[in-house]
């Protein structure tokens, strides 16, 4: 820490402690307290049972985690292939037109969720685009909601790069397409798995796109959760909650650990 004394790095910590509790770690806690609780009498939930976590690993459930593994999987991967590429023609524009494309790829994330979900609800409800009532146009709509951060993520590592090494290579005779795969894309590998982590864990737990555009037979696991609440099962929602939590945390610390070895090759 930046604070040199005992004293001042016990009350950082404390003023640390006193932040982070309330705002970030007691809901979370209280939602893990739910899961194992039947029912909730005072302060906190009581009735302590692991049977909510019987019916959040199974059934309709599973069905809801496997679609939101393959729905950010799958977006995850488009919107990093898109955001690289367009992060690394936008490094060869002028500033206005690299202000121009930052500008298009920040708009969904500019704008709420819901109305992504409403522009590509209309715009491909009808032929010759007839997406509506798939699993493609969840697909799709992920994709355009997280592949703004890719492209930040891949934009911001290619302005930090050093040109010295695409420079040798050239100057040693190296095409451009060899430079671009040998040599700048091993250098931004851990920026790259960055931002797919990140990617994927943004497409896990979007809700208000998905809920306009979901087919009864593709219904993500954050709508499963809203399902479950809205109609008063709360338990069972935090159990469902907490595997949706662990799911991406999980995937997270595998990203992770592959971030670490790409740094340190």
């Not at 006193?18 to 609780?37: D, E, Q, Y």
């Not at 002028?94 to 298009?104: I, M, N, S």
């Not at 420079?167 to 894309?185: D, E, F, H, I, N």
């Not at 796109?209 to 709508?223: E, H, I, K, N, S």
Request: one cysteine or more.
């Amino acid at each position: 820490m930046l604070v040199h004394s005992k004293t001042g790095r016990g009350a950082a910590w404390s003023l640390f402690g006193l932040l982070f509790l309330p705002l970030f770690a007691l809901p979370l806690l209280v939602v893990v307290a739910a899961s194992f609780s039947t029912h909730w009498s005072g302060a906190f939930p009581s009735g302590p049972t692991a049977g909510n976590y019987a019916s959040a690993v199974r059934g309709e459930s599973l069905q809801a985690l496997t679609t939101s593994l393959v729905t950010a999987l799958v977006a995850s991967l488009l919107a990093l292939t898109a955001g690289s590429w367009a992060a690394l023609a936008a490094a060869g524009l002028t500033r206005r037109g690299k202000r121009c494309l930052d500008a298009l790829f920040m708009l969904p994330v500019a704008v709420p969720s819901v109305v992504v979900g409403l522009a590509v609800l209309v715009a491909f409800s009808k032929p010759p685009l007839l997406l509506n009532g798939t699993s493609s146009i969840v697909i799709l709509a992920h994709t355009i909601l997280v592949t703004a951060f890719a492209y930040q993520s891949v934009s911001a590592a290619i302005l930090r790069l050093d040109p010295a090494y695409e420079q040798a290579a050239a100057s040693l005779g190296a095409r451009p397409a060899y430079v671009l795969w040998r040599v700048k894309l091993p250098l931004l590998l851990p920026s790259l798995t960055a931002a797919a982590g990140l990617c994927f864990a943004l497409s896990m737990g979007e809700l208000s796109a998905t809920m306009m555009l979901y087919p009864p037979d593709w219904m993500p696991l954050p709508v499963r959760i809203f399902t479950a609440t809205d109609r008063g099962s709360l338990f069972s929602g935090s159990a469902v909650a907490v595997v949706l939590m662990a799911t991406t945390l999980l995937v997270l610390l595998a990203v992770s650990r592959i971030r670490t070895r790409a740094t340190y090759r």
